[in-house]
């Protein structure tokens, strides 16, 4: 069992790097709801001069922990002035370079790994390929639900980000699950001796 989910884990964290590959590259599913910066050259240049270190940005920022005045002016900033949060490389960088395709590649086959380990504790109870498939769709539906969803509500991603990326999990996920049914395949019944 153990070289099946070893070997099962590397082609189907392949299979998700390919999808994700093809519904970023080829389907365009990647870049839903993001814009470009309006005004971009000034925006850049405001930020080079005033943000030198990179970082997770939220923005507008507040002590959580500062007294009820300082809670109380930050809620009204946030009401009434522009909030977000930005990621952010004061030197960018290249676009995607081989050791981030690398990692990625890595992080899939590590999660597939973790599906394979599931799937074969599952087994017996998620009958024929089909069945095998949808319960390893459901971990990319998880991962939608508990991530995507909570980025939509607590930083304003938006809904058509969201929807895009739950979608593009549940698909991945169950093209990794048909390639697991198969390394997990009930074995053929032996006929009884005539």
Request: aromatic share 14%; net charge neutral.
């Amino acid at each position: 069992m153990g070289k099946k989910i070893v070997l099962g884990g590397i082609v189907a964290g392949i299979v998700v790097f390919i999808w994700g590959a093809i519904s970023h590259m080829v389907l365009g599913m990647g870049d839903e709801g993001m814009k470009g910066l309006p005004n971009e050259e000034t925006v850049l240049s405001a930020l080079s001069t005033n943000v030198t270190e990179p970082g997770f940005y939220f923005f507008p920022w507040g002590d959580m922990q500062g007294s009820k005045e300082q809670m109380d002016a930050w809620k009204e900033k946030y009401r009434t002035s522009p909030a977000g949060i930005m990621i952010y490389k004061p030197q960018g960088g290249e676009m995607m370079p081989p050791s981030m395709l690398i990692t990625e590649l890595v992080t899939n086959i590590l999660a597939a790994l973790i599906a394979a380990f599931l799937l074969s504790k599952a087994f017996g109870n998620l009958g024929g390929l089909f069945g095998k498939a949808v319960f390893v769709a459901l971990f990319g539906l998880f991962a939608g639900v508990e991530i995507d969803l909570s980025y939509w509500n607590w930083y304003g991603f938006p809904t058509s980000y969201t929807l895009s990326y739950i979608v593009q999990h549940v698909i991945g996920w169950f093209l990794a699950g048909l390639v697991l049914g198969f390394f997990f395949k009930k074995p053929a019944m032996s006929q009884p001796a005539t």
